[in-house]
């Protein structure tokens, strides 16, 4: 068997040293990472290929491209998670992808967790009224401006792999959480300890919520002015999915009209925001680099992940990563 090695920057991150050396044993994997264009001027290099060990940075190639350079691929282990960029050509040629996106969902859930638990008991409102002094005379009577979290109504948007970890992690907080989502029953539902609920509803009676849908043509600008008008004058909106799913424009208004409203923004669109935009000056918007996926050594659990459904592809055994078209259609 032979493989290779594909991806951006990040290759050395999330496929440690060790590892590497263990794929190189047990599937053949050739040293060195390979970029699309040494493969388009030399086919011949990728022609034995059955599989391609990947990451973040992973090309896209034309269904042309995949028959010329890839006749005996068989699959693809992405040691990432969205393989939206990518992945349908592949699967049109009959190849298995295979992809670390429930390892990629773990960190983003527990970010989402604690920014959730902290807007609750108003943590970020708080940060910024005690640096004034005149404020933070008025600390006693703030304490009864957050319900904080026994009993809060906290509300997720989404319920894929992200959404379900979230729902998971927030069941020993003893919340009132509701989801709203197309693929999640109401029996579903209330095995995590949630109830069903339209967006609507959420957003107009949510103390916190947070977006978890997938990054599809159909979600793009899904959230505007209607539903951010709706939101509680001191309600927190977190965004942990896609950027491009918020009219930025019209929640910076909502925002401006609300100082007490919060939105946490791990994404943006475009990212990170144009020079200029309001988001960077907001007092009410807290920004960060997209760093709710995996970082640091969080990144080697994906490999991991991939190295372990290898040996379950390889032996024939039932897979538990397989991307198929159907997910494409709702995954992140």
Same mark, same amino acid.
């Given at each position: 068997?032979?493989?290779?090695?594909?991806?951006g920057?990040?290759?050395?991150?999330v496929y440690p040293?060790e590892?590497?050396a263990?794929?190189q044993?047990?599937?053949?994997?050739?040293?060195g990472?390979l970029?699309?264009?040494?493969i388009?001027?030399?086919?011949?290099?990728?022609?034995d290929?059955?599989c391609?060990f990947?990451?973040w940075?992973?090309?896209?190639?034309?269904?042309e491209e995949?028959?010329?350079c890839?006749?005996?691929l068989?699959a693809? &282990?992405?040691?990432?998670g969205?393989?939206?960029?990518?992945?349908?050509e592949f699967?049109n040629?009959?190849?298995?992808? &295979?992809?670390?996106?429930?390892?990629?969902?773990?960190?983003?859930a527990?970010?989402t967790?604690?920014?959730?638990?902290l807007a609750?008991?108003?943590?970020?409102?708080?940060?910024r !009224?005690e640096?004034?002094?005149e404020?933070? !005379?008025?600390? $006693?009577?703030?304490?009864?401006?957050?319900p904080?979290n026994?009993?809060c $109504?906290? /509300?997720?948007?989404?319920?894929?792999?992200?959404? $379900?970890?979230?729902?998971?992690m927030?069941?020993p907080?003893?919340?009132?959480?509701?989801?709203?989502?197309t693929?999640?029953?109401?029996?579903q539902?209330a095995?995590?300890g949630?109830?069903?609920?339209?967006?609507?509803e959420?957003?107009?009676n949510?103390?916190?919520?947070?977006?978890?849908?997938?990054?599809?043509p159909?979600?793009k600008?899904?959230? /505007?002015?209607?539903l951010f008008?709706l939101?509680?004058?001191?309600?927190?909106?977190?965004?942990t999915?896609r950027?491009a799913?918020?009219?930025?424009?019209?929640?910076?208004?909502?925002?401006k009209?609300?100082p007490?409203?919060?939105?946490?923004?791990?994404v943006t669109?475009?990212?990170?925001?144009?020079?200029?935009?309001?988001l960077?000056?907001l007092?009410?918007v807290?920004l960060t680099?997209?760093?709710?996926?995996?970082?640091?050594?969080? !990144?080697q659990?994906?490999?991991?992940?991939?190295?372990d459904e290898f040996?379950?592809?390889?032996a /024939?055994q039932?897979?538990?990563?397989e991307?198929?078209?159907?997910m494409?259609e709702?995954?992140?």
């Amino acid at each position: 068997m032979k493989s290779i090695l594909m991806g951006g920057a990040s290759v050395p991150f999330v496929y440690p040293a060790e590892r590497l050396a263990v794929l190189q044993k047990e599937a053949g994997l050739l040293p060195g990472v390979l970029t699309k264009e040494q493969i388009l001027e030399n086919p011949a290099m990728t022609a034995d290929a059955v599989c391609i060990f990947s990451t973040w940075g992973m090309p896209k190639f034309t269904e042309e491209e995949i028959r010329l350079c890839f006749p005996k691929l068989k699959a693809i &282990f992405y040691a990432a998670g969205t393989v939206q960029a990518f992945a349908w050509e592949f699967l049109n040629c009959g190849v298995q992808i &295979f992809s670390a996106w429930a390892a990629n969902a773990v960190p983003v859930a527990e970010y989402t967790v604690a920014q959730i638990i902290l807007a609750n008991k108003g943590f970020f409102q708080a940060c910024r !009224r005690e640096k004034d002094p005149e404020s933070r !005379r008025g600390a $006693k009577l703030y304490h009864g401006s957050f319900p904080g979290n026994y009993g809060c $109504k906290v /509300g997720l948007i989404g319920a894929g792999m992200i959404g $379900k970890l979230v729902l998971e992690m927030l069941k020993p907080y003893r919340l009132d959480v509701y989801i709203s989502s197309t693929s999640m029953t109401e029996e579903q539902a209330a095995v995590y300890g949630a109830k069903k609920a339209t967006t609507r509803e959420i957003f107009a009676n949510c103390q916190t919520i947070s977006n978890h849908v997938a990054d599809l043509p159909a979600t793009k600008g899904m959230f /505007g002015k209607e539903l951010f008008s709706l939101m509680k004058p001191n309600a927190t909106f977190i965004n942990t999915g896609r950027g491009a799913q918020v009219v930025e424009e019209d929640l910076i208004a909502v925002l401006k009209e609300n100082p007490d409203m919060t939105a946490i923004l791990d994404v943006t669109f475009p990212e990170p925001p144009v020079a200029g935009s309001d988001l960077y000056t907001l007092p009410n918007v807290f920004l960060t680099p997209h760093i709710a996926g995996s970082s640091g050594d969080e !990144r080697q659990r994906m490999s991991a992940y991939m190295e372990d459904e290898f040996y379950r592809w390889r032996a /024939g055994q039932p897979c538990k990563w397989e991307v198929t078209e159907k997910m494409l259609e709702t995954m992140a």
